[in-house]
């Protein structure tokens, strides 16, 4: 196969004689035609360059290959090329090539020696899993809990069966009691709630599948934001963890406002 196949193709597609590299960059966030609209300019560069754009499930992928004759001029190429993307997609950037997400999150809480804690209900414990995947989390990571009924939203993080019934388990002042109390218990820097409905079952009145509530919390607030995502339970479960890394990420950069809940 490589003979017959992939090296023709190299032949025929690339300059012989030239080394390729490759660069990619990973998005959150965003939807495919989102993503295609705000660097359409960009991804129709041609010549020594070949550009591409790959959905995933939970993100979305820009590729930059560039044949060149050494690598100084090829990373010049990919670095002016980033630098563009980079300029449009700013905070939905959150990493490169082989990099995951959750290792991110882990060098980053590292770097500014910050702790978390974790509560989670419709997810069932998959950020929790995400973060303790990463070797040596234990650094950052202090308490992770699945409060998956009401029951125990109450019991383990003190939220008022009153408040429950009165704005539901799928709100956001439960998601954000959630991250604020689990915080407190943990006595971490930051305090991830999520609450939702995975499905395909569960939808409430007007609160649909794919609802999902994800709250931030810090020693001095909490912000909490409504999603609302589309696919199999697995698939909203983890755009879900996605999603909590993303505000966590923004968060530890500022570049979020944190509102009093």
Do not use: W
């Not at 495919?32 to 359409?40: A, N, P, T, W």
């Not at 609450?195 to 409430?204: D, K, M, R, Y």
């Not at 697995?234 to 979020?256: E, G, P, R, V």
């Amino acid at each position: 196969m490589l003979e017959n196949t992939a090296i023709p193709y190299l032949k025929k597609h690339f300059q012989t004689g030239k080394i390729i590299k490759s660069r990619v960059i990973k998005i959150t966030g965003l939807s495919e035609s989102r993503v295609d609209k705000i660097i359409e300019d960009i991804l129709r560069i041609t010549g020594k360059v070949q550009m591409g754009i790959y959905p995933h499930p939970e993100e979305i992928q820009v590729k930059i290959t560039v044949a060149e004759k050494n690598e100084k001029s090829a990373d010049k190429i990919i670095y002016k090329i980033e630098k563009q993307i980079k300029s449009r997609l700013k905070d939905y950037i959150f990493g490169y090539d082989n990099e995951k997400f959750e290792e991110i999150i882990g060098r980053m809480l590292r770097k500014s020696k910050k702790t978390l804690a974790i509560a989670e209900s419709c997810t069932g414990g998959l950020l929790s899993n995400r973060i303790t995947d990463v070797p040596g989390s234990s650094a950052y990571f202090k308490l992770g809990l699945v409060t998956y009924g009401n029951e125990s939203k109450n019991k383990l993080l003190d939220i008022p069966m009153e408040t429950i019934k009165k704005y539901g388990a799928v709100s956001k002042k439960t998601a954000s009691l959630m991250a604020k109390n689990v915080r407190i218990l943990a006595r971490s820097d930051y305090g991830i709630g999520i609450s939702g409905i995975a499905g395909p079952g569960g939808a409430i009145g007007k609160k649909p599948v794919g609802l999902i509530y994800i709250a931030l919390s810090t020693k001095s607030k909490t912000i909490c934001k409504e999603f609302r995502f589309v696919g199999t339970r697995n698939l909203i479960k983890y755009k879900s963890t996605q999603a909590a890394l993303n505000m966590l990420k923004q968060a530890n950069n500022q570049k979020i406002d944190f509102i009093e809940l």
